[in-house]
């Protein structure tokens, strides 16, 4: 059974980090891209990074650049979202997903399989 699954959200004050794990089963994560998305409340989803299965390439949106970064670690079926100087606009709920084509693009259509998300609050 082909399963997503992220942890590593909380409550954190306004400047903190946190880092979301988004841990595979039932597939190889090598082979696919895989995008770190965010929804808040009354709002769209919106893509924050994705990671591209060939090369290891990134993106990133404008509003996390310089603040997000997303790697992979192959060997655990993982990929983490590391997230420093935390921002009250950063609160969410963060999903990641996986892009069987390796579209490697933030566009949420392009993902096949996604997980149950896990939610970021950032307050004092």
């Known amino acids: 059974q082909v399963q997503l699954v992220e942890s590593g959200g909380g409550l954190v004050q306004p400047g903190g980090s946190l880092r979301l794990s988004c841990a595979a089963s039932?597939?190889?994560?090598?082979?696919?891209?895989i995008g770190w998305f965010r929804q808040a409340p009354g709002k769209e989803r919106e893509g924050v990074s994705c990671i591209s299965s060939s090369d290891g390439s990134t993106y990133y949106a404008d509003s996390v650049k310089g603040r997000f970064t997303i790697s992979r670690d192959n060997a655990k079926n993982t990929v983490y979202l590391q997230m420093n100087s935390l921002k009250p606009e950063d609160t969410a709920v963060y999903y990641c997903?996986?892009?069987?084509?390796?579209?490697?693009?933030?566009?949420?259509?392009?993902?096949?399989?996604w997980g149950q998300g896990t939610q970021v609050t950032v307050s004092s």
């Open positions: 039932g597939f190889t994560l090598d082979y696919y891209a």
């Open positions: 997903a996986a892009d069987v084509a390796g579209h490697y693009v933030l566009w949420p259509p392009a993902y096949d399989y």
